[in-house]
């Protein structure tokens, strides 16, 4: 993938590069020659990711937490000096149920993690992208949820659909100066925080080709295509939108109830595919 894009002497920094989305990201920038550092919550994940991956630097921290985040702009000042590309890959749906079953501190975290942290970290990291602008850039990670109704994640989805309007925001804000803003909104795929066994039992996949027009769900390295080509000159007169990596599922759309009342977005073949909580 990543031979037909070259960015030596570029400095990338993925958020939440441990797994997943993030980790493909990372590993397709530095594949494509890139200086790549990543901050990654989980201690875990850190270690494996420094264990495979010695080029890459890996900072210890929680992008919702600002400590963190002045720490991470530290880093890259000192390790980098510049920022060509920021990729806010952080965010998940945490908690899943009705709304009004959710507490206020659960609204708060699943906002926090999807979209504040979003603006704060990239509002911190502005300086360090102007030293490398023009050409420098910006890309979040979104969800197909942002441009569709999604029930029983609702904060959620507001969360993802506020990432569009970030984006084309920020987008004006910083075209004159050359920094593009864009993001990039995946269909189910499949990492740890989506894994397909777990949300799709197999025995309900029978019918994923009438679901997904493409036939199949994402992998992560679907996004990091996406990534690649909004980060690169071939994309130079693209700011302020989004990428569907989506399998043409947004095309084809719709969520729908069951007999049995349950929400899926399955054609009404045999029942419900994701097993949500009743609700
Ligand atoms: N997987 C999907 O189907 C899917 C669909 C739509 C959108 N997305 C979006 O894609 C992005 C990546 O999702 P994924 O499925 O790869 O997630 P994942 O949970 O598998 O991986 C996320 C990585 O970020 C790290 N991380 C999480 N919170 C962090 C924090 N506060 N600070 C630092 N690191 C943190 C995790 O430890 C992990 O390494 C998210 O924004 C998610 O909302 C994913």
Redo the contacts with the bound molecule.
């Keep these: 993938m990543s031979a037909s894009f070259d960015f030596s002497g570029k400095c990338v920094l993925v958020?939440?590069g441990?797994?997943?989305?993030?980790r493909s990201i990372v590993e397709a920038f530095a594949g494509a020659g890139a200086r790549v550092m990543t901050?990654?919550?989980?201690a875990d994940?850190a270690d494996a990711l420094r264990a495979e991956m010695p080029d890459v630097l890996v900072l210890d921290?929680?992008?919702?937490r600002s400590a963190d985040v002045s720490a991470l702009v530290g880093e890259a000042e000192r390790a980098f000096g510049k920022l060509d590309l920021l990729v806010n890959?952080?965010?998940?749906f945490l908690v899943m149920g009705p709304l009004e079953t959710m507490s206020e501190d659960d609204c708060d975290r699943v906002l926090t993690?999807?979209l504040t942290q979003v603006m704060k970290v990239t509002r911190a990291l502005i300086p360090l992208l102007r030293k490398a602008a023009p050409g420098s850039g910006v890309i979040s990670?979104s969800?197909?949820e942002a441009f569709r109704g999604i029930p029983n994640c609702v904060v959620y989805g507001a969360a993802k659909a506020g990432i569009t309007g970030f984006t084309q925001s920020l987008a004006l804000e910083l075209a004159p100066e050359g920094i593009r803003v864009n993001a990039i909104a995946?269909?189910?795929?499949d990492?740890?925080?989506?894994a397909l066994d777990y949300v799709l039992p197999a025995k309900n996949r029978a019918h994923l080709d009438k679901w997904i027009p493409l036939g199949r769900f994402?992998q992560?390295q679907d996004c990091a295509g996406a990534a690649l080509y909004l980060a690169s000159e071939l994309s130079g007169w693209v700011t302020g939108t989004t990428i569907h990596v989506d399998g043409g599922a947004l095309a084809a759309s719709g969520w729908y109830r069951t007999p049995q009342g349950q929400w899926t977005n399955t054609p009404l073949i045999s029942g419900n595919a994701i097993e949500f909580p009743e609700g």
């Design positions: 958020t939440g441990g797994v997943g989305i993030g901050i990654e919550h989980r994940r921290g929680d992008v919702t890959n952080v965010g998940d993690t999807n990670v969800s197909i995946p269909e189910t795929t990492t740890p925080q989506l994402g992560p």
